[in-house]
Antibody, heavy 120, light 106 residues
């Protein structure tokens, strides 16, 4: 079965950096685009970034563009999100999600999330 | 950016009753609309995609309808495990979510 396991969250000071990871299993990782979606405490869901199946295309939400970098290592079935210049507004649970579809894509499987807290 | 608006924010329903949740897009998203269920402390779970197609393993009491800008999620007879927050998401132009509808026990 599809399994996505995030890690790397924690408490970080404003202005600092953090990298979170997502290890995938149960499917052909290199065949799917992958996303990061976040959820601030008590709030709704916000799409953050997407990377194509081969890592060649990457797109970001305006709120993180220029600060966050999405990447993947298909040899290790792992997705990454490098978060730089973190601010308190970046405090959230970060979920990785698999995309499926044809031409347009939605998220059919999600990890359990990793909490990132930006605080002095 | 396409804005998604869900109503109501909270829906109080008795077990066994029908629940109807609405989602409106600020511009047409065709049928590129998904519904997710989220319980406290859990990840979202895909219920419906393409506006009306149930995901694998989703009970038949969940149904979706609509196209363009107006969409509905209906739960025909609420079970105890259905009390949760429900999000709609458009994936026609990037990805945006509604703010959620909390379905609570009346």
């Amino acid at each position: 079965q599809v399994q996505l396991v995030e890690s790397g969250g924690g408490v970080v000071q404003p202005g600092r950096s953090l990298r979170v990871s997502c290890v995938a299993s149960g499917f052909t990782f290199s065949g799917h685009g992958m996303h990061w979606v976040r959820q601030a405490p008590g709030k709704g869901l916000e799409w953050v970034a997407v990377v194509s199946f081969d890592g060649s295309n990457k797109f970001y939400a305006d709120s993180v563009k220029g600060r966050f970098i999405i990447s993947r290592d298909n040899s290790k079935n792992t997705l990454f999100l490098q978060m730089n210049s973190l601010g308190t507004d970046d405090t959230a649970v970060y979920y990785c999600a698999r995309q499926v579809g044809s031409g347009v894509y939605y998220h059919d499987s999600w990890g359990q999330g990793t909490l990132v807290t930006v605080s002095a | 950016e396409i804005m998604m608006t869900q109503s109501p924010a909270t829906l109080s329903v008795s077990p066994g009753e029908r629940a109807t949740l609405s989602c409106r897009a600020s511009q047409s998203v065709s049928s590129n609309l998904a519904w997710y269920q989220q319980k406290p402390g859990q990840a979202p779970r895909l219920l419906i995609y393409a506006a009306s197609t149930r995901a694998t393993g989703v009970p038949a009491r969940f149904s979706g309808s609509g196209s363009g800008t107006e969409f509905t999620l209906t739960i025909s007879s609420l079970q105890s495990e259905d009390f949760a927050v429900y999000y709609c998401q458009q994936y026609n132009n990037w990805w945006t979510f509604g703010q959620g509808t909390k379905v609570e026990i009346k």
